[in-house]
């Protein structure tokens, strides 16, 4: 069964600092990984969508990497932002289904 | 594009009655269609998958009397909560396949509080 674990929890950072999240699964037999963000009592905003045979992808200042093997992806946010403030989750395809990560909840302090 | 869209947002019904939620695909047609549940504070969890025209397919520990799912067309599915119990109140999200692009991707909805009292 692949269970998808992210850490920290929880994290709080001042505004303009780069930060990374980590996510982590056990069933390296995955066709893809996802990023999202969910504000409080909304539904999921997709950032970044890894393929199995890529290492990485960019959207502005976000990074996400995916070392397959190792069960290991990272979110990089580069020049952080109070907008940024939000709960990322991590999701993992495999199995005919995607399995989603415990998720970090990211403050950004003015 | 690829939007999904819910409804309704929020819900608040009474112990024991039913509540029926919309998940639509609104400019696109997905064979395949899923239902995620969400407990405060709490990553999301798959209920079932839904292939038009057949059956869905629960996980395990999901009541497939109580929830019930329908697939009807290529750009809705229902989900249904029969006979619902505080216990029941929780963010239910629906997602679906756009097919072609990027394989396997799936576009979400934007939910939908339910509220049991």
């Known amino acids: 069964k692949q269970e998808v674990t992210q850490i920290p929890a929880a994290l709080s950072v001042p505004e303009g600092e780069n930060l990374v999240l980590n996510c982590s699964f056990t069933?390296?037999?995955?066709?893809?990984l996802q990023w999202f963000r969910q504000d409080p009592g909304k539904g999921l905003t997709s950032l970044l969508l890894?393929?199995?045979?890529?290492r990485e992808q960019t959207s502005g200042r976000l990074n996400a990497s995916l070392d397959k093997s190792s069960g290991r992806s990272t979110l990089y946010i580069a020049a952080s932002q109070p907008g940024d403030s939000a709960t990322y989750l991590c999701?993992?395809?495999?199995?005919?289904?995607?399995?989603f990560g415990t998720g970090t909840r990211l403050t950004i302090i003015p | 594009g690829a939007v999904v869209s819910q409804h309704p947002s929020r819900v608040i019904c009474k112990s024991g009655t039913s509540v029926k939620i919309e998940c639509r695909s609104l400019?696109?047609?997905?064979?395949?269609m899923f239902w995620y549940r969400q407990f405060p504070k709490q990553s999301l969890m798959l209920m079932a998958t839904?292939?038009?025209?057949?059956?869905?397919?629960?996980e395990q520990g999901v009541e497939k009397d109580k929830f019930l799912i329908n697939h009807a067309s290529l750009t809705l599915s229902t989900l249904t909560v029969t006979s619902a119990h505080p216990e029941d109140s929780s963010f239910y999200i629906c997602?679906?396949?756009?097919?072609?692009?990027?394989?396997?991707?799936?576009?979400f909805g934007p939910g939908t509080r339910l509220t049991v009292t």
């Open positions: 999701a993992v395809f495999g199995n005919e289904k995607l399995t």
């Open positions: 839904s292939n038009e025209g057949s059956k869905a397919t629960y």
């Open positions: 997602s679906a396949y756009k097919g072609g692009g990027n394989p396997y991707e799936q576009y």
């Open positions: 400019d696109f047609q997905a064979t395949t």
């Open positions: 890894i393929q199995s045979s890529q």
């Open positions: 069933d390296s037999a995955i066709y893809n």
